[in-house]
């Protein structure tokens, strides 16, 4: 016996499986060939991965092109003895390092805590007896009996069912609990209509069983997913790939910068050590050490942001990628859907209603329906139904009293909100019922039940015997498939419940049409039977029945999500369905939700059938033309994502069943549920939200591209300044000049302006109209050619001040190079300060954004306004920095000269403008925040 290499098992009949496995179905496994088989085996539990421990996550945060840039400039300054600015380099990188492991420490905590794995027990029989065992401990050929409410311990073949449903969505996606039966099966039946079989993790809703384990742990059908998962690659995010190839460029650049300063200098005749000194310590000063730090911080606002909106972010680059994403691939149940199912149209008495409200809460009303009607939505122009009216409808009635009576659910209340115990068929009969007025304890005593037919699988129907009253007839009333129903029907009743001939056709008509719009279709009728009946057989309901009417279900889509999506496509991002359901249910909850079709016709569904027989290549145009995929199994589900990103796709799942977990994973970000999702999904996550709303991901979305606005803002902001302090230093060499600013006088300017102007670019709020324009390019470099433009322009005006007024005051006006440094210092840091007002908007002045929409600005400009008065007028920082006091005289033209800078990018501004992303526009003047404010 081998549980691991006896697949097909629902192809095979229940002897043979009986056999291979060594087990009996009465007496099942003997306690000691139990204890054997859990040494060969192993526990019942799927291997998890092993996360990473906290001092390699700490590591991690090391490794990462700038950080090790700066880690190398470390390095390179201690060699060079500059022991502060070594100190002060090193401090930046483990600020940087202890702000990106706390915030991961704390999404890892909050995704544990959200993790609430239960262990569960099972009934097994060993040795004839029925035992409760802890779930790890089953073993291949245990045989496990099932009843309502029991969660499937492990995978397996079921040997006897009575009215066994098993609700799959976790594993399959499908929105409805499966009916169960041992029948023999063919081989190529895919995983979601394998009928006689129960997996694990799945849940078991109505009805019992019982079945033979088949495979535990790492075997079963969650342990493959989990295998899958294991093999999925880890995206770099859009900005992890941005930032890298950015410090590679950096990096070159002033290699190269040093490499010219040394070469210049050994022409000029200097000696090569102290050019070599020279040009690594130009290096090391050049480097935005800032940069780091303010990427970890931005995105850790924008962790903060969303944890406001009931999203945990896991990793903090995942927030940024939400901005970069192209494409949403979107589970369906429990995503985009309710995972309720509720009645949403309702045919009797020869009328067609329409029900209002979704889900389980019983809130909502009855309609009458428009003609061109058929996917449940009442007309806007019909008023509900009113108490009279609906007393007026006789057969309605008597339809919604039949869903309510012939039913074994209940419809719960509890501090959560309203849940059903029982089917999720049965509570979708119960709610509409409750929206009509009648309630369930009521109509249960008036009409206590005597009898019932269970539903089976061969019969297709379920039936119900009731006491009507003293000397009055019994009641029986069915609900099932509308075939099984008409077969036993006679007649039908009219509005008024006056009873007439039966018109099949007109009754196979509306079924065809509630069918077409991907709804479950119901059927009820009713029978009296003398008073003295006390039991129910199928022989009683025959034939003879009264047909009352038809029930349409669906689960329906959650009422943000068609908004959410509609705003979406304004932003240019392309939301997919991938789902385990039916391609029908699949396509009619596409269409309600606007994702391609239109009102009269379902979008275009590709199947997993299907897709299993198109090859990678073709796959990447399949997946890139199709909105609907349906029936799709976990691989599938996997190819399409991968088939996407090699369009050159940022792809972002979402999900909630075991079934996403290994494309969550292999997505660029990858979207769990909180609420619903499985502990697999959420593993396999960048994102958790915690109300599983889908309109979450929109404003995720909308955070991501703010975070990466404010990024380019920062990084535009802050490169002038060490690019102009290159070029000052590489002109004095050239020219062979004393140097204007030394390289721990730069190294002060990069952090103090870092921290006090550049870090509150983090605080921007979002631009208005940032949801109106399309993603960024996947390909586009981290700065395109009109912000590189810019970013020159202002590093020459930062070389033209600072080294225009050095030269000035040392050979013009007869002062110390220390104050002349001084001033240089000041030029370079109140320029940065003005630019800073610049970069609050790559496209508009402050004065449309609003100059006081970022106080952390206005208050980090003061800050920097004081700390340049003590680094110029206090001893300490005076001998530290080798600085002077300098006169008001000097503070004149420094202001002019920054305030000149402001209005000349202001003006380039208008003259060319260009959006965040580098597309020309040509400003509208007066354009009102939120307006397109351009023109291509």
């Known amino acids: 016996m081998n549980g691991a290499d006896t697949a097909p098992w629902h192809a095979l009949d229940m002897e043979t499986v009986l056999e291979r496995l060594g087990s009996h179905p009465s007496a099942g496994l003997s306690v000691a060939e139990a204890n054997r088989r859990r040494q060969q085996f192993g526990p019942n539990v799927v291997t998890m991965r092993r996360g990473h421990g906290p001092l390699v996550r700490f590591l991690l945060q090391f490794y990462q092109p700038l950080i090790l840039i700066l880690l190398a400039a470390t390095v390179v300054t201690l060699l060079l003895n500059e022991w502060v600015d070594a100190a002060v380099i090193f401090g930046v990188v ?37 035992l409760r065992i802890n779930s790890t401990d089953i073993v291949p ?48 039946v895919p995983l979601a209509d394998r009928t006689n079989m129960a997996y694990g993790s799945t849940l078991v809703t109505s009805g019992q069983g019982a079945g033979v384990v088949v495979a535990t742990g790492d075997r079963t059908e969650v342990g493959r997913i989990s295998q899958l998962i294991a093999t999925a690659e880890d995206i770099q995010t859009p900005l992890t790939r941005r930032i890298a190839h950015f410090s590679k460029v950096l990096l070159v650049v002033i290699l190269g ?29 050049a480097i935005p050490e800032g940069l780091p730090a303010a990427v970890t911080i931005t995105l850790a606002i924008g962790v903060a942001r969303m944890a406001q909106r009931r999203a945990i972010i896991r990793k903090l680059p995942a927030v940024e990628t939400l901005g970069s994403t192209t494409v949403i691939c979107s589970d369906k149940t429990g995503t985009l859907t309710e995972n309720q199912m509720t009645v949403t149209a309702l045919v009797a008495g020869g009328e067609k209603f329409a029900v209002s409200g979704a889900g389980y809460t019983p809130s909502g009303a009855i309609h009458l329906a428009t003609p061109a009607g058929g996917n449940g939505e009442a007309d806007s122009g019909e008023a509900p139904l009113s108490v009279a009216d609906l007393h007026g409808r006789v057969a309605l009635l008597e339809c919604l009293r039949a869903g309510l009576l012939c039913n074994d659910s209940q419809l719960v209340k509890d501090e959560n909100g309203w849940t059903i115990q029982g089917d999720p068929t049965e509570g979708a009969l119960l709610v509409v019922a409750a929206k009509a007025g009648l309630e369930a304890p009521v109509l249960r005593e008036e009409f206590p039940r005597l009898d019932s037919i269970p539903f089976e699988s061969e019969r297709q129907y379920m039936a119900t015997l009731h006491d009507q009253g003293i000397d009055r007839p019994r009641g029986v009333y069915a609900k099932g498939a509308v075939e099984a129903i008409l077969q036993r029907c006679a007649a039908a009743l009219d509005r008024a419940g006056h009873p007439q001939p039966l018109d099949v056709d007109a009754i196979h008509t509306h079924t065809a049409d509630l069918a077409a719009d991907g709804l479950r279709v119901l059927a009820f009728a009713r029978k009296e039977l003398p008073p003295d009946v006390a039991s129910l057989s199928p022989a009683d309901i025959a034939d003879g029945m009264t047909f009352l009417g038809l029930q349409g279900m669906i689960d329906p889509p959650r009422p943000e999500a068609q908004a959410a999506i509609a705003t979406c496509r304004t932003a240019g991002i392309d939301v997919k369905m991938i789902t385990g359901d039916h391609a029908l249910t699949a396509a009619a909850i596409a269409r309600q939700l606007g994702l391609g079709g239109s009102a009269t016709e379902l979008p275009e569904t590709v199947t997993g059938q299907a897709l299993s027989e198109i090859s990678d290549s073709d796959l990447v145009d399949v997946a890139q033309r199709t909105t609907v995929f349906a029936r799709v199994a976990p691989e599938q589900k996997l190819r399409l994502v991968k088939a996407l990103q090699a369009r050159g796709h940022i792809v972002a799942m979402t999900g909630d069943g075991v079934n996403d977990a290994p494309a969550l994973k292999q997505a660029d970000i990858g979207v769990a549920m909180g609420k619903s999702g499985t502990d697999v999904a959420r593993e396999a996550a960048d994102m958790v939200l915690t109300d599983d709303n889908f309109a979450s991901i929109e404003a995720a979305v909308e955070e991501g591209r703010g975070v990466f606005d404010n990024l380019t803002k920062f990084i535009v902001w802050t490169l002038p300044t060490n690019v102009g302090e290159g070029l000052v230093i590489m002109l004095a060499v050239l020219l062979g000049t004393e140097l204007p600013i030394t390289p721990v006088q730069i190294l002060w300017v990069n952090m103090s302006t870092a921290i006090m102007l550049g870090l509150m670019l983090a605080f921007e709020p979002k631009e208005p109209g940032i949801m109106d324009r399309p993603p960024r390019d996947p390909q586009a470099p981290l700065l395109r050619m009109p912000l590189v433009k810019r970013i020159g322009f202002v590093s020459l005006l930062i070389l033209l001040g600072t080294y225009g007024l050095f030269e000035w005051m040392v050979d013009s006006w007869g002062v ?121």
Request: aromatic share 8%.
């Open 94 to 130: 483990l600020v940087n390092a202890i702000v990106g492991f706390v915030q991961e420490s704390r999404a890892l905590k909050a995704i544990e805590a959200l993790a609430h794995s239960l262990v569960t027990e099972t009934t097994v029989i060993r040795d004839g007896h029925k």
């Open 141 to 188: 050929g245990d045989i496990v009996l099932l009843h309502s409410g029991d969660k499937v311990p492990a995978d397996l073949r079921l040997l006897r069912c009575r009215e066994l449903h098993i609700a799959e969505a976790a594993l399959t996606g499908e929105s409805v609990p499966v009916g169960k039966r041992p029948e023999v099966l063919a081989e190529s």
């Open 257 to 285: 910068l040093a490499a010219v300063n040394f070469a210049v200098g050994l022409l000029r005749g200097q000696a090569a050590v102290d050019m070599f000194l020279a040009s690594v310590a130009l290096a090391v000063a």
């Open 816 to 936: 110390s190079v220390e104050e002349a440094r001084t001033a240089a210092v000041n030029v370079i840091v109140m320029a940065e300060l003005v630019y800073l007002f610049n970069c609050r908007s790559l496209t508009h002045s402050m004065f449309w954004i609003g100059v006081f929409s970022n106080k952390a600005a206005i208050a980090g400009a003061a800050g920097m306004v004081l700390l340049q008065l003590l680094f110029s007028y206090t001893g300490v920082m005076n001998r530290l920095f080798h600085t002077a006091p300098i006169g008001a005289d000097v503070w004149l033209l420094i202001g002019g000269y920054s305030l000149a800078i402001y209005l000349v990018v202001e003006v380039e501004k208008w003259l060319v403008g260009y959006t965040l992303d580098g597309e020309p526009f040509r400003p509208v003047s007066g354009a009102p925040p939120g307006g397109t404010a351009r023109t291509a």
